[in-house]
């Protein structure tokens, strides 16, 4: 029930493409949603975050999608770029809790 | 940059010995987490302190302690060395949700 799916693995898109990452909860507890963006040999670093409240969350080229009653959330990169490559972690956590991570794609932008 | 720091940035040991990590929090944040980031394992919550006090427990090994001091900053303290335990250790400060990492300590375990 702690546990947060993430799919897909890996991911390649074409320079000004949209890149889609799914992540799926079991835990209704939990009332923080955040995505963060990982380079090698970094930590990782928070994009985006979102509360069970809204349906979606827009900063900039990155949108979060949630959908309560499917216990669902995604983050769309819109117009990627080859900057953006790198690995996204979704995250969940309930009041100030810990973060259940999930187990991160790996997104290839290609000019 | 997160404003959290962590020393050292990499640390190479061997079997069956104790290292210390350190974690400076950002500024007015009272929580410390600490997290394991393994191939195998991905992150992993190690462990959360709050004001000096510890808050919430992982999966963390009985041979892995810590500790958050007055000025708030965390040592992570790991001990009796497995191969295993090669891994990236980052900590993580906050004030409310918004958790901001480190750069994180390499060990390597030989």
């Known amino acids: 029930q702690q546990q947060v799916k993430q799919s897909p693995q890996s991911l390649i898109v074409q320079k000004g493409g949209i890149s889609i990452i799914n992540c799926a909860y079991e835990?209704?507890?939990?009332?923080?949603f955040p995505w963060y963006q990982q380079f090698p040999g970094k930590g990782p670093a928070l994009l985006i975050a979102?509360?069970?409240?809204?349906s979606e969350k827009k900063e900039g080229r990155f949108t979060i999608s949630f959908n309560k009653s499917a216990k669902q959330f995604s983050l769309h990169i819109m117009d990627s770029q080859p900057g953006d490559s790198a690995t996204y972690f979704c995250a969940a956590s309930g009041q100030g809790d810990k973060l259940i991570f999930g187990t991160g794609t790996r997104l290839q932008v290609f000019p | 940059d997160s404003g959290v720091t962590q020393t050292p940035k990499h640390l190479i040991t061997a079997t069956g010995q104790r290292v210390t990590l350190r974690c400076s929090p950002r500024s007015g944040d009272l929580s410390v987490y600490w997290y394991q980031q393994s191939l195998d394992q991905g992150l992993q919550f190690l462990i959360q302190y709050y004001n000096g006090e510890e808050r919430a427990k992982g999966n963390i090994l009985e041979r892995f302690s810590a500790q958050q001091f007055p000025d708030l900053h965390s040592e992570l303290n790991l001990s009796s060395l497995e191969l295993g335990d090669s891994a990236l250790y980052f900590c993580?400060?906050?004030?409310?949700?918004?958790?901001?990492f480190g750069p994180g300590t390499r060990l390597t375990v030989l």
């Open positions: 979102i509360r069970p409240d809204v």
């Open positions: 993580a400060s906050s004030l409310g949700d918004e958790q901001f």
């Open positions: 835990n209704t507890a939990f009332d923080y």
